[in-house]
């Protein structure tokens, strides 16, 4: 069964960056849109940025200019570069796919990942 696995997660001070990673663990045919989410402790979970697969791109307000999503459809994985990280920007990070195709003959299905830890401190 296919996952979403992130990675690039970790501790930064403030002011520093870090890349998000996401690719599901198998094969799969095609994937549409994908997201990046996140959600503090005790806070709701809230949409960070998300690309089609056509490139079609939208940001949050409160990333803009300082975060960067992309995508590699070869390697069929989702990116997040995060610049100008802020104590705010702590929490957990996953990533979401609205539909993956794994074979061409099945029906594309949503998935999610477990979440990746980011911690920046002042």
């Known amino acids: 069964q296919v996952q979403l696995v992130e990675s690039g997660g970790g501790v930064v001070q403030a002011g520093g960056s870090l890349k998000l990673s996401c690719a599901p663990s198998g094969r799969v045919f095609s994937i549409a849109t994908m997201e990046w989410y996140r959600q503090a402790t005790g806070k709701q979970r809230e949409l960070v940025a998300s690309?089609?697969?056509?490139?079609?791109?939208k940001y949050a307000d409160f990333v803009k200019g300082r975060f960067t999503i992309s995508r590699d459809d070869a390697k069929n994985t989702l990116y997040l570069q995060m610049n100008s990280l802020k104590p705010d920007d702590t929490a957990v990070y996953t990533c979401h796919a609205t539909s993956i195709i794994i074979n061409p003959t099945y029906v594309g299905l949503p998935y999610w990942g477990q979440g990746i830890q980011v911690t920046v401190s002042s």
């Open positions: 690309i089609t697969n056509r490139g079609d791109i």
